[in-house]
């Protein structure tokens, strides 16, 4: 009997399959600009970096690289770049400009200028609306009513079999 409420409450979630996905995009949404609020709110410190460069770098290799603070040179090793900072990082390996943003009080927890200006975008945006029949709701309402078929077929043959 209970896989067959679950039938019910899955296909239902696929009729609402836009409701559920608008839900999903808000959650994402909000992580992301929670997100970008710490970071702002981290007071972080704008410097120059000296990277040390590495031919062979590609994303998802650590880097490592010099700060410049107050209280002189500080360097930072095995620092693994976000996504957002992959081509940054690849471009400064080439000779382009390195920027990092830290924490005076503990420098080694910081970030690169693509983060920083990233979380900065993201405050300054309105929220974007999310595109009807995207890949999510469409993804829902298809494997929510296979799922609801799956359940329904288990819970009917389990009710039979207990009542023969």
């Given amino acids: 009997m209970l896989l067959i409420l679950l039938a019910l409450v899955c296909l239902t979630a696929s009729f609402n399959s836009e409701a559920v996905a608008d839900?999903?995009?808000?959650?994402?949404?909000?992580?992301?600009v929670r997100a970008a609020q710490e970071l702002l709110k981290s007071d972080l410190r704008r410097t120059n970096g000296q990277l040390d460069r590495n031919p062979s770098?590609?994303?998802?290799?650590t880097i490592s690289f010099k700060i410049y603070t107050e209280n002189g040179e500080v360097p930072i090793t095995g620092y693994v770049p976000r996504p957002v900072e992959n081509g940054y990082v690849s471009n400064a390996q080439r000779g382009g400009h390195f920027v990092v943003y830290y924490r005076p009080l503990v420098p080694r927890q910081c970030v690169l200028e693509p983060s920083w200006s990233s979380a900065q975008s993201l405050m300054r945006k309105p929220k974007p609306s999310r595109v009807p029949g995207d890949g999510v709701s469409r993804y829902l309402s298809l494997w929510g009513k296979?799922?609801?078929?799956?359940l329904f077929f288990f819970g009917v043959t389990s009710v039979a079999k207990n009542t023969m």
């Fill in 23 to 32: 839900w999903y995009w808000d959650f994402i949404y909000k992580g992301k």
């Fill in 57 to 61: 770098w590609k994303p998802g290799d």
């Fill in 146 to 150: 296979v799922l609801a078929l799956i």
